[in-house]
């Protein structure tokens, strides 16, 4: 090489410029999740291959109420129903915006049109009513929408005679249509009676957190209450207990393991189990009330003497 070669000298590489293929900030993030019980940070994908339950604790993250359909419904059976009963503003409420604007922020963020999402399906080759609670639409709060699309979904329970899973995922009643919200208690009890006059299996699933109006409600009134590992159910919440009765709580209270040990539910099942064992009461249940022999008692005795969660959890 010549001497004055080495000044014409032209860099063969470029510096590479931020293209819109390149992958954002926030995209790089949510790449990532970190688990909030053993700090574990997990790649998403794998996350949510796996129900979104950590691997390495068991944690159960929240689920939406369509990925819930995607696992427990088996494929090409799912139709939804009632979707257009829409919410109302009964009182013109109004808070830090207005009602109207909150349920559209909400929609947009959950990609529901309301709390709690219901359909028809099949579970394992069983024809089934559901009811699916969507938290991130306000907080899963029960206003008159909520009531009005359980009472439907029981309604066409008993006219095709089908069992009713309902998956509880709320903090309560919907402060925003007050009275209106309250009344959704009355209606959701009065209706499950019905259902079992006509002695219909209704299994009541608690994902965390369930609180307020829908646990003293239809939530605590299953045939058989589930409820996922860990999850947090309850009335009132701890700190309200706390300065109300000036004692100190236990550290465990509220959690589904309290509530199992303490009588108030029938099981604590991993998000994994879950359709398998849904799908064994059901058939124990339509073989019972049929009057055929109850050969599925052996598979659901396997299932509940399993070890419910690890220790871990
Ligand atoms: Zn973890």
Request: proline share 4%; glycine share 6%.
């Amino acid at each position: 090489m010549r001497l004055k070669d080495l000044f014409n000298f032209k860099r063969k590489t470029r510096p590479i410029k931020p293209s819109q293929e390149m992958i954002s900030e926030q995209e790089l993030s949510e790449l990532w999740t970190q688990c909030p019980s053993c700090k574990t940070t997990i790649y998403t994908a794998e996350l949510k291959n796996n129900l979104m339950i950590c691997s390495k604790c068991e944690h159960h993250f929240r689920l939406s109420a369509y990925d819930r359909i995607e696992h427990l419904v088996d494929a090409d059976t799912w139709e939804e129903i009632n979707c257009s009963i829409k919410p109302s503003n009964p009182l013109k409420f109004v808070d830090l915006k207005k009602y109207e604007d909150s349920i559209e922020a909400a929609k947009k963020r959950s990609g529901s049109n309301e709390a709690i999402v219901t359909g028809v399906g099949k579970i394992d080759g069983f024809e089934t009513a559901f009811g699916i609670m969507e938290f991130p639409f306000l907080g899963g709060s029960m206003g008159s929408v909520v009531g009005e699309r359980i009472a439907r979904l029981c309604e066409l329970a008993i006219e095709r005679k089908l069992p009713v899973i309902i998956i509880s995922s709320s903090g309560g009643a919907r402060m925003h249509e007050g009275l209106f919200s309250l009344l959704q208690m009355a209606k959701t009890s009065a209706i499950l009676s019905k259902l079992r006059e006509n002695k219909l299996l209704f299994l009541s699933v608690l994902a965390d957190p369930t609180y307020g109006g829908v646990s003293a409600s239809f939530a605590m009134l299953g045939d058989i209450i589930i409820a996922e590992p860990k999850a947090k159910i309850g009335f009132a919440g701890p700190r309200v207990i706390e300065e109300t009765i000036r004692q100190k709580l236990p550290k465990d209270f509220q959690t589904s393991e309290y509530l199992l040990e303490h009588g108030q539910i029938d099981l604590v099942i991993s998000r994994k189990k879950l359709k398998e064992t849904v799908t064994q009461l059901i058939k124990l249940h339509s073989k019972t009330l049929y009057g055929n022999p109850t050969n599925e008692l052996n598979g659901f005795a396997d299932i509940i003497s399993q070890p419910l969660v690890s220790s871990s959890v």
